[in-house]
């Protein structure tokens, strides 16, 4: 690992900036964008030839209460009150509560904020309710994936002229005797460097997944399970964060999720769970309460013999999740099964023909409340699974970690003793975020929540320090 600080003096500077932000995904776009706006002049570095990250490899789904987007679609009793309750609620009270609070104020004046100044266009999705969440407040862009966020948040950092440097990794930040950060050392594929002067830096960076030795340190129950986020994700803010004496809190928190087609890697909807499917193991048997959540999911998953699971459902949910692309990339690759009969199903899953039909009776009694499910799950109000039939082999898989710096209510990255370090700023993966410390604490679409709101607050400070 090449990440490092320098507490002396640069050699010499090649180019020099207000606002630095390292890292291209919806964090570092976002906090871009919200510096320039408050009148600072900002460049942000790439590691990449084209910014992708693991916001590409995302859903784009980013929850938001009390915004004018949920009220277009008729809720109008959501609250950032309400929603730091959900966050408390699936966290079990152990995400900082202090952050919570912070994402959630922040989350819904950002995304409004991005459609008035940027032209991003919002919709929220209210067919469905995901895990934890008591109201329709995931919002999207109209395309429904990650990339095609990426994308707008791009097209508006182009628009207001903000020059994202690519294929230029942050290696070293040289540091004075405070720890104020003068300048970041970029490297180039062809061994080049370059070093950037900086009135203030943003990590905007993610987290640790792409290092499988932090990976097996700090959350050994995904260690050898697959990794479904981006390889650069190596830990550069936590390198750089310990060597600062900052604060690091949450490190065995992440994102799994217990739905990647298997062995495609492409993510299949979690909707199609909470609307009455199942999922059952090799051995054509349920395992788990598939509604506590698809983050925890991963490990219940990966517990299984030979670490797969099959997603079970009928022909009206393979209609609705026809309006996810991810899940139509599945069907176009092969990855669904689809019979008429649950005896057909079991031969074109190798399922066990008796205990799949079994599952489907007792799925059935308890959906009518004849029996109690003994792992905890509600089926009530969902209608009966009927032919023809679909299922999907899937694996569990971590995403993105949780853990990393904590950050004041400005997102100021803060040190070991309580204080602020003077112009190092945070957001995202490479910040602690609103999960906790155990991967059942993730509450659906917290990575990207943190992501722009924290980025939001970040670049709104980071043009204030730097022009200060």
């Keep these: 690992m090449n990440a490092r600080v320098l507490h002396e003096q640069p050699p010499h500077l ?156 942050a290696e070293t930040l040289y540091a004075a005797d405070d720890n104020r950060i003068t300048a970041v050392e970029i490297v180039r594929p062809d061994g080049a460097r370059e070093i950037i002067g900086a009135g203030a830096v943003i990590l905007a960076c993610n987290g640790f ?41 949450h490190l065995s928190g992440y994102q799994g999720h217990g739905s990647l087609a298997h062995p495609h890697g492409i993510l299949i909807s979690w909707a199609l769970m909470m609307e009455g499917g199942f999922q059952v193991n090799t051995e054509g048997k349920r395992f788990s309460n598939e509604n506590g959540g698809y983050s ?21 949910l393979h209609l609705f999740a026809q309006g996810f692309p991810d899940y139509m990339d599945a069907v176009s690759v092969g990855a669904i099964r689809e019979a008429e009969t649950i005896a057909d199903l079991a031969k074109a899953t190798g399922l066990p023909a008796d205990a799949l039909a079994k599952t489907f009776e007792e799925v059935e009694s308890i959906r009518r409340g004849e029996t109690t499910d003994p792992f905890g799950r509600s089926f009530e109000g969902k209608p009966a699974l009927v032919g023809p039939f679909y299922a999907v082999k899937v694996t569990g898989a971590l995403f993105h970690t949780q853990g990393g710096l904590m950050i004041d209510d400005q997102a100021r990255v803060m040190g070991s003793d309580g204080k602020a370090l003077p112009n190092l700023l945070a957001g995202g993966g490479a910040a602690c975020g609103v999960s906790g410390p155990d991967v059942s604490g993730y509450l659906s679409g917290n990575g990207l929540l943190t992501a722009i709101a924290f980025g939001y607050l970040a670049g709104e400070t980071a043009a204030e320090i730097a022009r200060g």
């Design 296 to 316: 925890e999911q991963a490990v219940n998953v990966l517990a299984q013999p030979g670490g797969t699971a099959w997603n079970v459902y009928d022909d009206r």
């Design 14 to 169: 090649d180019v020099e900036t207000e606002v630095l932000v390292i890292g291209g995904g919806a964090c570092g776009l976002v906090a871009a964008l919200r510096a320039a706006a408050s009148g600072a002049e900002v460049i942000v570095v790439e590691r990449d030839a084209s910014p992708a990250g693991s916001t590409s490899m995302s859903s784009g789904f980013v929850p938001a209460p009390a915004t004018r987007y949920q009220r277009a679609v008729g809720v109008d009793d959501d609250t950032p009150e309400r929603f730091e309750a959900d966050l408390n609620a699936k966290s079990k009270g152990l995400c900082d509560a202090r952050l919570a609070r912070l994402a959630a104020a922040n989350i819904g004046p950002a995304l409004e904020w991005l459609g008035e100044k940027h032209r991003v266009e919002w919709l929220v999705l209210d067919d469905f309710l995901y895990p934890g969440h008591t109201r329709f407040r995931m919002h999207t862009v109209p395309e429904k994936t990650g990339t095609a966020l990426l994308a707008r948040l791009l097209a508006a950092v182009e628009a207001a002229d903000i020059p994202v440097v690519s294929e230029a990794r």
């Design 209 to 249: 997944g792409g290092n499988r030795e932090l990976v097996r340190k700090h959350i050994p129950d995904v260690a050898d399970g697959l990794y479904y986020g981006h390889e650069g994700n190596e830990g550069d803010a936590i390198f750089w964060g310990e060597a600062l004496g900052c604060e690091l809190r």
